[in-house]
């Protein structure tokens, strides 16, 4: 793994955007695999040779996300939607390594809530030095088929996961989706919950809805119609020190609202 010490900049979040949510069994979707902190434009293109069983899941069978490309700052592919309810698309990454110096480090722990790290890199006398990390991406969209089924709260089994605990297409603007975010299967408290969404008309916000509790769970308040994403990332020192200081796993959920 080869660590590159970089130029000030923020880590980028992966998250899945079918050209359609609500879809139609026997038909194939455009699916784009956005890259980048800018919701929902995507920054720079993910590496194809990355992304790791690209997959539809349904109650009924699972299939792969085909004929992945590179297109300007995406990676495009198509899925195929064979049966009905809801659809889960799902996408993880190659752990990689990055370095960082040490003022971009905190600022991007500041960015994503990760206030024990920071706190961890004082109290060790860690907080002038780089920050050495190894970090994977886990990602899902969740669709709907034609009717509602209970498939929304099926575990992918990655290591990190956002869980509703409410059907999104069974919501409407002004109501909240309640989730839970279980790391290695067991609810994870204290996380930092970002919230993403664009409107119809067109207009974006991104906000911190929040931070997990005890339980590993949180209400999104759904204040609008539209595509969202949410976001999160876990860190814990690296259970590899000879590999990098700190281990990060980044989660990300798309849906949308009507």
Sequence with gaps: MVFVLTVPMLAHDLYLMPQEFHVRSGKKIPVAFHNGDDFPESQ???RIERLL???VLSVQGNSIIQDLYVDGTLVRGEAEIAHQGNIILAVRTKPNGIE???LDFEKYLKHEGLDHVIRWRA???EAAQSGKERYSKYVKSILQSEESSDFYRHSVGYPIEIMPEANPYSLKPGETLPIQVLFRGKPVADLQIEMSWLTPEGKATTKVAGR???????KIPLSSAGIWKLHTVLMERCQEPATADWESFWSSLTFQIR
């Design 100 to 102: 960082m110096t040490p």
């Design 44 to 46: 720079a293109a993910a």
């Design 123 to 125: 109290e060790h006398g």
């Design 212 to 218: 997990t509790g005890a339980d590993g769970r949180l």
């Design 53 to 55: 069983e690209p997959s």
